[in-house]
Every structure is written in C-alpha cells, then in structure tokens.
C-alpha cells in the first residue's frame, strides 16, 4: 500500500499563492502516476492535474494557467503551486496515486491522502 500525506493548506486572500505538498511513503517503487484533486461538499472531486513517472504533466484546461504540479527527484513528494487564487479555490485538496496516468478522474486512482483545505 501507499500512503499519502498532504500539507499546506490554510485561509489565504484572493490573489495570493500556496503551495501544497503531498508525502508518499510504502509502496513507493508500484507509483506511476501522482495526481492532485479538489473537492467542494456537495459536488464531485474534480480533477486538477497529474504527473506521470517520466515527470510529464497533464492539467485540467481551466487550471492550467494558474496551478502548477512539481515533484521531488526522489518522486515521493508531489507539489501544487497555485497562484492568483480565487474565491472558488476554497476546497478540499486531496493527493492520489495510481499505477499509472490514465484519465484524470478520480475512480482510477487507488491510493487516496486525507486532504488538506484550501480557503481563499
């Protein structure tokens, strides 16, 4: 199994900048794929984007000019740079990981962190 840990989340102005930080530990060598996801009670998890094994990222369209997915060299830990952030930010962020990038939706991610929120 893997386990995820995120951090960073806190109450921020609009226009302002976080960074989220996500921890993997376990079962590291079986991760192909990182990906962040947001979710507002009441709605889907929505997917924000991933980064494969090769470091390549994929984003949803509408959050790609202003959030940013990085990792470290060693791929255990995954970042979201989020910057001019908006009032409809505000969410629950959550890391996962799969065995490999495929779509960006949540059902095909297996290994889920406990979340961090997120308020502007």
């Known amino acids: 199994d893997v386990q995820l840990v995120e951090s960073g989340g806190e109450s921020v102005q609009a226009g302002g900048s976080l960074r989220l930080s996500c921890v993997a530990s376990?079962?590291?060598?079986?991760?192909?794929?990182m990906g962040w996801f947001r979710q507002v009670p009441g709605l889907e998890r929505e997917g924000i984007g991933s980064?494969?094994?090769?470091?390549?990222?994929t984003y949803a369209g509408s959050l790609k000019a202003r959030f940013t997915i990085s990792r470290d060299n060693a791929k255990t830990t995954l970042y979201l740079q989020m910057n001019n952030l908006k009032p409809e930010d505000t969410a629950m962020y959550y890391c996962?990981?799969?065995?490999?990038?495929?779509?960006?939706?949540?059902?095909?991610?297996?290994?889920w962190g406990q979340g961090t929120q997120v308020t502007v």
């Open positions: 996962a990981a799969s065995t490999g990038c495929t779509v960006l939706r949540a059902d095909t991610y297996r290994d």
């Open positions: 376990g079962a590291t060598q079986d991760i192909g794929c």
């Open positions: 980064i494969d094994s090769d470091g390549i990222t």
